[in-house]
Structure formats: structure tokens, C-alpha cells
């Protein structure tokens, strides 16, 4: 990313769940991030866990930077309080912008477009086009059926552990955001993601 401070990528449902422990650690997150001095880049959304992120990063100080594509601005309710909304002509450049953005990304619970995210950022690292942390918070064991999947296909060998172990996982947000910082210093190259091979 460039300038000066780490930007944090957040994928999250522009839902907020059944669980409210959802929003409650998604409001850590924003938190967390805001008191490590981090900058926040997401979907520029202003409903569900991705209103709830923002309105937390920025209330404790952090920049904000939402990307949102013109198809989901009514949809996502574009949030008008960032310190800068990206509004893009599509998913695929929305994702780019995110990535060019950020020095690390951590999927929160969400749904199917939070799922194309994480694995499309997971891909890139083992890949090698970035190698920047993937993270994944387990609220309340939202993720437990994934990663038994997970698990499944590394039996299987479809998936190897060397690829599985490039995924930070816990369900503590505090703790996630601790292992992120941990693991940046190995995995920061300086350079935004080389997408152009993707």
C-alpha cells in the first residue's frame, strides 16, 4: 500500500446475521484497527457488518476507504461518511482496488460474495502475485463448517497444508489483529499485489 500507515482489507456481509456477537466483533475489529493507527480499506457499504466496521473504524480515528461498485450502491447503500468512496464500474475492479489497497485482509462472517473474496486473495498468495496476510475471524464458530471442509479437502489432497497453513484463523478479534501485525514484517514485500496475471 502507499503511504505511510497499514491498510487493512476487511470482506464482510452487507448483512449483519442472526448472531449479534457478529456486529459486536466486527465493531472490534473497526476498533482494533483504529487504535493500531491502521487505515481501513472494505466495500464501501453502509448497511450490515460493513456499516458497522466503518462507523467503528472511523469513530476511533482511523482513515477510511470504502470501493463499491455503481450496480450496489443503492443495493450496498454506498456510505456517504468515508474519508473516500470509490464508486467503480464493477466486482472485478472493486476487488482490485481493495487489494492494491491493502497490506493484509481479514474475512469477517458473511455470505457468498465475503467467501469470493477470501479465496480470490487466498488464490493470489499461493499463486504468488502478493504475499500479504489472509486472515479469517470465527465469530462464534460461524466459519467451523468451512474449515472442516477445509480440512477435507487437504485429506483429500486437493488443497496442500503448505496452502491451508497461509490462512491465519481465530475467533478472538483482538488476537486476529495481534497475529496480522505478527505476521507482517515476513510477509510485507512494499508492492501493491501484481494482478495484472490474474
Not at 70 to 98: A, I, N, T, W, Y
Not at 122 to 130: A, D, E, F, K, S
Amino acid at each position: 500500500m502507499s503511504g505511510t500507515s497499514f491498510g487493512l482489507c476487511v470482506f464482510c456481509g452487507s448483512r449483519s446475521g442472526t448472531d449479534p456477537a457478529h456486529a459486536s466483533a466486527a465493531r472490534d475489529i473497526g476498533r482494533g484497527l483504529a487504535a493500531r493507527g491502521w487505515q481501513l480499506v472494505y466495500g464501501g457499504g453502509r448497511v450490515g457488518l460493513m456499516g458497522v466496521v466503518a462507523d467503528a473504524a472511523k469513530q476511533g480515528g482511523a482513515r477510511v476507504t470504502g470501493v463499491i461498485p455503481e450496480s450496489l450502491m443503492r443495493r450496498e447503500v454506498g456510505h456517504q461518511g468515508l474519508d473516500e468512496l470509490l464508486v467503480v464500474p464493477s466486482m472485478h475492479v472493486r476487488k482490485q482496488q481493495m487489494a492494491e489497497r491493502a497490506d493484509a485482509f481479514v474475512a469477517l462472517p458473511g455470505g457468498l460474495g465475503t467467501l469470493e473474496e477470501l479465496f480470490e486473495v487466498w488464490t493470489w498468495r499461493q499463486l504468488g502475485y502478493h504475499d500479504r496476510p489472509i486472515a479469517l475471524l470465527n465469530t462464534g464458530g460461524y466459519y467451523d463448517l468451512l474449515l472442516d471442509f477445509l480440512l477435507h479437502s487437504t485429506a483429500q489432497q486437493f488443497v496442500s497444508q503448505a496452502q491451508t497453513d497461509l490462512l491465519i484463523v481465530e475467533r478472538d478479534p483482538a488476537v486476529l489483529l495481534e497475529r496480522i501485525a505478527e505476521a507482517l514484517p515476513a510477509a510485507r514485500t512494499g508492492q501493491a499485489p501484481d494482478l495484472s496475471r490474474s
